[in-house]
């Protein structure tokens, strides 16, 4: 039976696709799921759906020790020593393809939150983060602000504490980075980092 040239077409990048997969990715998986809906548990964020951008450029972070190497970023050393060190780029960006191609993952059920804490939240996320992040917290791309829908929020508590404490975010050659940190450090304290993580769990 032959093939049409479409599914010919087809076949040919699906094998390319799984031939050029690295042999990372199942280490990838056993902490951030096949699925990509990550383990908060393991304090390893969801990664699908994420810009292919975005995640190359945190892969790239990692593995260059722009990101991880602070004292105080213990998760992020775990990640840096996961990461195999002799990752091509190519390599890295095929990876970072594969969990931006998956469909977003579901969101967990959790407590409701007050309504108050939610309102107050939005009003400091539609004046600090939307104009990057997008009105649904979507993302940007063209602005390198990643889409902050599908994350837990005691992943996003701790980013926005390391944003703000110079955990994250001081790295001269990490730019994105160091807007965050700036515009981070706009946020007074504890109180109104929950009420703007509320707000953005409550998106639908």
Avoid: W
């Amino acid at each position: 039976m032959r093939l049409s040239p479409f599914c010919s077409s087809l076949f040919l990048l699906l094998s390319a696709t799984l031939q050029a997969a690295p042999a990372a990715l199942p280490l990838c998986q056993s902490c951030h799921q096949t699925d990509g809906s990550g383990n908060a548990a393991l304090q390893a964020p969801a990664l699908a759906g994420q810009q292919q951008d975005y995640l190359l450029r945190q892969l790239q972070h990692f593995q260059s020790g722009s990101r991880g190497a602070h004292a105080k970023d213990a998760t992020g050393a775990q990640m840096r020593a996961a990461l195999p060190k002799d990752l091509t780029t190519g390599e890295l960006t095929t990876l970072a393809g594969h969990f931006a191609g998956l469909p977003l993952p579901a969101k967990t059920a959790a407590q409701p939150a007050d309504p108050q804490q939610v309102d107050k939240g939005r009003r400091i996320y539609i004046n600090s983060c939307g104009a990057c992040h997008g009105a649904k917290a979507e993302g940007v791309a063209a602005l390198q602000a990643p889409s902050l829908h599908q994350l837990d929020a005691a992943y996003l508590t701790r980013q926005l504490e390391y944003f703000r404490t110079g955990v994250r975010g001081s790295d001269k050659t990490d730019k994105p980075g160091r807007q965050m940190a700036m515009m981070a450090r706009t946020l007074p304290g504890e109180q109104e980092i929950t009420q703007v993580i509320a707000y953005i769990r409550s998106l639908p």
